[in-house]
């Protein structure tokens, strides 16, 4: 049996769309990713959308697109504890995240980001970031 998580509606998926199309907005030209866990009953779904962004528009896998759209509309139920981060690729990688409440994203500043990503869950222990990354604050969504 997999991971038992709730069918989102289809007003789930519309504010999953306008969520993505924020972030995305948010993201600015270059590459990144965004990466999506949602814990339900068994386990952590995980679902990441890898694009590239310039003046002209996206460039991306459209079948993980969906499949990450789909998980968004699931976080966006209110239901299961949900965060989200997008790392921004350069010379110095940026990371910012969200935590979902109510099915909101609130965003992470750059402190709670890192203690959010770099510290080990069962332990509490720091994990050291990887060389050349960069925590920064992650700006509000307004849906």
């Known amino acids: 049996m ?10 789930n998926r519309d504010r999953a769309l306008d969520i993505f199309d924020k972030a995305t907005e948010e993201a600015g ?3 990144h990713s965004l990466t ?4 339900g009953m068994g386990g952590t779904a995980v679902e990441m959308f890898s694009f ?3 003046d002209e528009g996206i460039a991306g896998c459209l079948t993980q697109l969906e499949e990450f759209c789909e998980l968004l509309a699931i976080a966006n139920t209110g239901v299961h504890p949900s965060g989200l981060v997008m790392r921004t690729i350069g010379d110095t990688h940026t990371v910012r995240g969200w ?6 994203p609130i965003p992470l500043n750059r402190a709670q980001a890192f203690n959010a990503y770099c510290t080990d869950p ?15 604050d992650a700006p509000v969504i307004h849906i």
């Open 99 to 104: 935590v979902f409440k109510d099915g909101d």
């Open 2 to 11: 997999g991971i038992l998580l709730r069918v989102p509606s289809d007003r």
């Open 36 to 39: 999506l866990g949602v814990t």
């Open 122 to 136: 069962a332990t509490g222990d720091i994990i050291p970031p990887d060389p050349d990354t960069e925590y920064a």
């Open 52 to 54: 590239v962004q310039d």
């Open 29 to 31: 030209e270059g590459k």
